[in-house]
């Protein structure tokens, strides 16, 4: 049974820092890009980030220089460190895995149940 479990989100004030962990288990990590989205409230999901199997990474272009992706192939974990923080990064953080040889993120083959983040001005 595929488990992806996130950790570390919280209660933050604006211009702070917190570092989110997704634990995975039951899969071959390796085989698996590894991606984050969130949800605001009354939002729909958006892409975060996401890094490939060899530490390839992207982001949404309006995280770009506060977000950092990065994953431990050895601990199947995958980490979003946040800086900068804003009441807008407000939402539920998820951890997503797909398939190497899938092209997008349209679909993730799999979904974590999220992480509260809240930042408060």
């Known amino acids: 049974q595929v488990q992806l479990v996130e950790s570390g989100g919280g209660l933050v004030q604006a211009g702070g820092s917190l570092r989110l962990s997704c634990a995975a288990s039951?899969?071959?990590?390796?085989?698996?890009?590894m991606g984050w989205f969130r949800q605001a409230p009354g939002k729909g999901r958006e892409f975060v980030a996401a890094?490939?199997?060899?530490?390839?990474?992207a982001y949404a272009d309006s995280l770009k220089g506060r977000f950092t992706i990065s994953r431990d192939n050895a601990k199947n974990t995958v980490y979003l460190q946040m800086s900068s923080l804003k009441p807008e990064d407000t939402g539920v953080y998820y951890c997503?895995?797909?398939?190497?040889?899938?092209?997008?993120?349209?679909?993730?083959?799999?979904w974590g149940r999220g992480t509260q983040v809240t930042v408060s001005s």
């Open positions: 997503a895995a797909k398939l190497r040889i899938a092209r997008s993120w349209a679909e993730p083959n799999y």
């Open positions: 039951g899969l071959i990590f390796g085989s698996y890009d």
């Open positions: 890094i490939s199997w060899s530490g390839f990474d």
